[in-house]
């Protein structure tokens, strides 16, 4: 028997979860007085894991390292949330969107995980606007909706470019609601540092705090892990400067899975690296595709200023090759045909690194429907453009507010500049239809989990996978566990397993410290940064793979020589955070190269250049690689051991992914 | 690639809550306009962690404005000179070379010093815990549609729900009122239908928390909206203010 079983129920795919959830095991709430879940992150699934929980009658003890649960990086989603609403009218359903998910992410999901998310995904919208999330409106009352790469009907909903900072807000009032009342603890500024594993199932874990330094150990009957991405990984990214996988690689070395490390999604519509100095990058919105058209110039390395190029020397590039998806088409295909222009040389901007992202034809577009609303008779074409400029503004001030502010260029008098760059990771910990790794009691939700978006997430889905695994997974699924955990009494803290947990952070910690090396944190982080980015990152070959595992081999061993942590470990030492984060991404950016080299295809974000179509698409081989690699961490020596979950698709046809 | 020019920094240091702190003069040299704020505090930390000095702490996440972590008093002014931008949205093309800049934390008694520039800051989350919510657990919920809401009280809504709570407001505050902070969310929850149960008890308990907390009180100055960075406006609080009379005067019994 293979040692992975996803456990997804039996039956007709649209049936699984209505089913499964009406036969799930459950917990008697005198029971759930009982039982404890620590929960590590408080992202959308986090905080809505733990509020939710608290509401059933669980005793939750929820962890983060910011100073606020406020703060988790889902604050920074900036386009919307996908929901298979069908407001619009225009042809949407939860199988449209289970469709789409599934070749968006080019067949390399699992499709009963898929579908629930396209179930559940109504009621996650239902669910923010009770707790009162301003999402956006128009002027009936009624929610307004907006349309995202990948797909060709309106399903997104969205706050102004702040969608993912009003949802937050929204699952932080609800886990704040259950803080007050008692039956969530909330620990700010700690750090998940090991996990706890007591005759094979997960039971706690050891976690710093911050401020005192101080190790605490905590149990739980149960530990999920909503600690996010790995991003980070590349070092210079749209990920919060803190964004890290240490948890998820904690939970690694204890015997959980880790599936598909190499996917990683490139996003299409980023601000341009400016100098060596930077320390993240910024995002765009993909929202912006809607009103925006992407070009470069028809003439290799031209100079001339972008409003000085007329119509006929622009080529649109996406609208050429892709006529039926347009500006619109998935994120993975945007970001290479991006990097395709620029690097035959038709790049912009003084690094030549970046392509236009235009708003004057939609503006003016914009402009007239203004105009022909008051009635303007031959309006001229600054009135049409202001008009227009301020529909943009309503839509999307604040997104060119900052980026005036990072670049110092008007972006509503001269197109955007914009470049790929790393923004969320597809893979992460191997979880099964109830979100459980490997380690039983162990589970993992939202972005820490690989299961839901395949080898390219489209746009709002992420806000929709966090929110959807928080409120309406996992407080159903974790039953069927628990139920058996009832009579399992509390594990004192002092079991030799915590001490010896304990004792294993403690002293690395200390060897941190004991270095004494000449060189900086970031210097590694930085290099390893640019060793994924280069051999690793939008375009990969074998060669290169190979390479980057042995500079990583070299990095890794100089870093445990060579690094310099100044302070001491009882007190609050962000230089001694950043080591521990940085460690542990220099050994899955090892496993990430390992992956990557192991799948002989081309798909979603995962583009070996060995396996491209004479087009340049991404060549995808289902006959050998319709699987999840998922990996077991075998030691020092042994490294890395891969599993296979097949994939099996009963309900779509396998395809060719065509947006043409 | 550096820039060209050479500042003066001024930073407080302070090991910890417990003892007292300073302003420590740091020189750095060749920062480009182009670098925001923080990464100009990154090229400080380098310099510092090369000559095995302990490098500054400072809070900062996300680097995009949004999360509310970064939180400096830059030249006597709450995330600096522009206007409506955090800290590490604040690029150095706003100094001249040759400046001298001084940086503190936030200061206010309910946000003690943690380290340095850090400050804590959790009274806020404990007066959202008192009433900042609308109590409808998971799964209660009718159709979102179901509930019509006119766009204005929807964007009035949101503007007040902009908050990011960095503390700009009470840092900037002579008062150190969190007045600012708090009427947002009070606001936000006010104009929507969803907020209307708990309306005037929402109002009381978090204006409870705030006093208890040892936050100022309000004397109409007006800094906090000016220093805001998401633009949050004074007529919150007036809001707020109204909302909390009427709870008093009216509608007391509905809170005990």
């Known amino acids: ?660 | 690639m550096s820039g060209n020019m050479n500042l003066t920094l001024k930073i407080w240091r302070q090991k910890n809550g417990n003892v007292q702190g300073e302003l420590v003069t740091y020189p750095v040299k060749n920062i480009s306009p182009d670098m925001s704020f923080l990464e100009m505090f990154d090229v400080l930390n380098e310099q510092l962690i090369s000559e095995g000095k302990e490098p500054i702490a400072f809070d900062h996440d996300c680097r995009e404005g949004i999360c509310g972590m970064c939180s400096m008093f830059i030249n006597g002014r709450a995330h600096g000179p522009k206007e409506g931008v955090t800290t590490c949205q604040l690029h150095m093309r706003s100094f001249k070379d040759g400046d001298t800049i001084v940086v503190e934390p936030w200061r206010a008694t309910a946000f003690p010093v943690v380290k340095d520039l850090v400050v804590d800051r959790s009274a806020f989350d404990r007066v959202i815990a008192a009433g900042g919510f609308i109590s409808a657990n998971t799964g209660n919920s009718q159709d979102a549609n179901a509930l019509p809401i006119s766009k204005f009280n929807a964007d009035t809504a949101f503007d007040a729900a902009a908050c990011i709570g960095c503390g700009a407001c009470v840092a900037t505050c002579k008062n150190a009122s969190a007045m600012l902070f708090v009427s947002a969310k009070v606001s936000q929850l006010a104009l929507l239908p969803q907020g209307q149960p708990e309306r005037y008890r929402r109002v009381q308990s978090m204006v409870a928390q705030m006093d208890s907390e040892g936050f100022g009180n309000c004397t109409n100055t007006g800094a906090c909206e000016a220093e805001c960075p998401k633009g949050i406006s004074i007529s919150n609080i007036a809001r707020m203010n109204r909302d909390y009379f009427a709870a008093k005067i009216c509608k007391e019994e509905e809170v005990n």
């Not at chain 1, 407001?87 to 199988?95: K, P, V």
């Not at chain 1, 789409?100 to 579908?115: F, L, M, P, Q, W």
């Not at chain 1, 347009?326 to 035959?344: F, I, M, Q, T, Y």
């Open chain 1, 1 to 660: 028997m293979s040692k992975l079983n996803s456990n997804i129920p039996e039956g007709n795919l649209s049936e699984k979860w209505t089913k499964y959830r009406s036969s799930v095991p459950l917990v008697n709430p005198a029971n759930k007085r009982n039982l404890e879940v620590i929960v590590v992150g408080s992202g959308l699934a986090g905080a809505a894991a733990a509020a939710t929980l608290a509401e059933l009658g669980y005793k939750v003890k929820c962890f983060c390292f910011q100073d606020s649960p406020r703060r988790a990086h889902s604050i920074a989603a900036q386009g919307g949330i996908n929901a298979a609403k069908n407001y619009q009218n225009d042809g949407d359903s939860t199988y449209r969107l289970f469709y789409d998910t599934i070749k968006g992410g080019d067949y390399r999901a699992r499709e009963a995980n898929v579908h629930r998310l396209a179930e559940v995904s109504t009621n996650i919208i239902d669910q923010a606007v009770a707790q009162g999330v301003p999402l956006a409106r128009e002027y009936g009352g009624l929610l307004s909706n907006r349309s995202f790469g990948g797909t060709q009907v309106q399903r997104t909903f969205y706050a102004a470019g702040q969608t993912g900072q009003q949802l937050l807000l929204g699952a932080y009032s609800a886990l704040e609601r259950q803080v007050g009342m008692g039956t969530v603890q909330m620990f700010s500024r700690h750090e998940m540092l090991e996990v706890v594993v007591i005759d094979g199932k997960a039971r706690g874990i050891i976690a710093r705090d911050l401020i005192s330094g101080k190790l605490e150990r905590h149990f739980g009957h149960a530990v999920l892990l909503c600690s996010g991405g790995y991003g980070n990984v590349f070092y210079l990214s749209t990920n919060a400067m803190g964004s890290n996988v240490t948890a998820a690689w904690k939970a690694h070395k204890k015997g959980a899975f880790f599936g598909n490390p190499c996917f990683t999604q490139i996003h299409p519509t980023c601000i341009p690296v400016s100098g060596d100095h930077q320390s993240k990058l910024t995002l765009m919105s993909e929202s912006l595709r809607n009103d925006g058209r992407i070009w470069v110039p028809k003439k290799k390395g031209d100079d001339r200023k972008p409003n000085d190029i007329p119509e006929e020397e622009r080529d649109y590039y996406l609208e050429r090759r892709y006529p039926a998806f347009g500006n619109l088409v998935p994120r993975d295909v945007a970001s290479r045909a991006a990097k395709e222009r620029c690097d035959a040389g038709y790049g912009v901007g003084a690094s030549k690194m970046a392509v236009y992202l235009d708003f004057a034809f939609n503006m003016d577009r914009y402009g007239r429907v203004e105009a022909n609303k008051r009635g303007l008779q031959n309006p001229d074409a600054a009135t049409i453009r202001a008009l227009g400029k301020d529909v943009v503004k309503e839509k999307y001030g604040n997104l060119f507010d900052m980026y005036q502010q990072i670049t110092g260029e008007n972006p509503y008098e001269t197109p955007m500049r914009i470049y790929p760059a790393v923004h969320y990771t597809m893979g992460g910990l191997w979880v099964d239809y109830n979100l459980m790794t490997t380690v039983p009691g162990l589970y993992a939700l939202g972005e820490a989990n690989f299961s839901d978006h395949g080898a390219n997430r489209l746009g709002a889905s992420a806000l929709m996978q966090g929110l959807a695994d928080g409120y309406f997974v996992i407080p159903y699924t974790i039953g069927s566990y628990l139920s058996n955990e009832i009579r399992t009494k509390n594990i004192s803290t002092e079991h030799e397993a915590f001490a010896e947990a304990e004792k294993e952070v403690q002293e690395r910690l200390n060897k941190f410290l004991n270095i004494k090396g000449t060189k900086s944190v970031d210097y590694f982080h930085k290099r390893l940064g640019k060793i994924m980015w280069d051999k690793c990152g939008m375009a990969r070959n074998e060669q290169g793979l190979k390479e980057a595992i042995s500079e990583i081999r070299e990095l890794k061993a100089e870093f445990w020589n060579d690094v310099r942590v100044l302070g001491a470990l009882d007190e609050f030492n962000p230089e001694l955070e950043k080591a521990g984060r940085v460690a542990d991404f220099i050994e899955l950016g090892e496993l990430m190269c390992i992956d990557a080299l192991n799948r002989n295809e081309s798909c979603g974000g995962h583009f070996r250049e060995e396996y491209q179509t004479e087009e340049g698409e991404a060549n995808r081989d289902d006959e050998k690689y319709a699987y999840v690699a998922a990996w077991e961490y075998k030691g020092e020596e042994a490294r890395f051991e891969l599993h296979k979950e097949e994939l099996k698709f009963e309900a779509i046809k396998i395809a060719q992914r065509s947006y043409k």
